[in-house]
Each structure stands twice: as structure tokens, then as C-alpha cells.
């Protein structure tokens, strides 16, 4: 059992940055593959970004390439995700999920964290 802890979260003007992260307890993080995803209010969840057990390949939402960056430090046992030139879209709860595949489907993932809300005013 992997429990899930994200922080990093709040409030940023758009064009600002923030750092999100994940903390793992009950097994190594380094034996899952870890994604971020986020829903907005009314909104159905949506993939963020994904990243390797060993961190070595990622992958993005088309609409954060270029904005976000997901990484891990598996000694740590935590993930990240900075986010930088954030815009007011870009406003929703995000949550770090983990699990044996390295995919974009939510439904893949066997472990979530409870989420951390950012808001982002324009």
C-alpha cells in the first residue's frame, strides 16, 4: 500500500510559478511509475503529466508541453511538479497518482493522493 501526500498548492497571479509535490510512504516510490492529473470545478479529471520509475522518459498534456515539468527524486521518495507561466485554465485541484504503467489513463493508477488546489487569478 503507497499513500499519497501532494502540497505545494495555493494561490499565483497568472504568468507566475509553483512547485507541486508528492510525498510517498508505505512502499518505495521507485517502483511506480507517477502521474499528475487535476480537475476543475465542473470539470472532468484530465492528464497533467507522467513519469518513469527511473524518471528517465516523461510525457505532457498538450497543453502544459513547454510550461510544466515533472520530476522525481526517488531517494526522497517524492515527486514534483513545477509549473511555470501558469494561467488562469490552468486552475484546478491536482493530484499525484501512482502505479505499474506508464500511461495517460487515469483509470491505470492504483494510488491517489488527496489533492492540492491551485488558483490562478488573471
Known amino acids: 500500500q503507497v499513500q499519497l501526500v501532494e502540497s505545494g498548492g495555493g494561490l499565483v497571479q497568472a504568468g507566475g510559478s509553483l512547485n507541486l509535490s508528492c510525498a510517498a510512504s508505505?512502499?518505495?516510490?521507485?517502483?511506480?511509475?507517477m502521474a499528475w492529473f487535476r480537475q476543475a470545478r465542473g470539470k472532468e479529471r484530465e492528464f497533467v503529466a507522467v513519469i518513469s520509475r527511473s524518471g528517465v522518459t516523461t510525457d505532457y498534456a498538450h497543453i502544459v508541453r513547454g510550461r510544466f515539468a515533472v520530476s522525481r527524486d526517488n531517494a526522497k521518495n517524492t515527486v514534483y511538479l513545477q509549473m511555470n507561466s501558469l494561467k488562469a485554465e490552468d486552475t484546478a485541484v491536482y493530484y499525484c497518482?501512482?502505479?505499474?504503467?506508464?500511461?495517460?489513463?487515469?483509470?491505470?493508477?492504483?494510488?491517489w493522493g488527496q489533492g492540492t488546489q491551485v488558483i490562478v487569478t488573471s
Open positions: 508505505g512502499r518505495t516510490l521507485s517502483s511506480y511509475a
Open positions: 497518482a501512482g502505479g505499474i504503467a506508464f500511461a495517460r489513463d487515469g483509470s491505470i493508477y492504483d494510488y
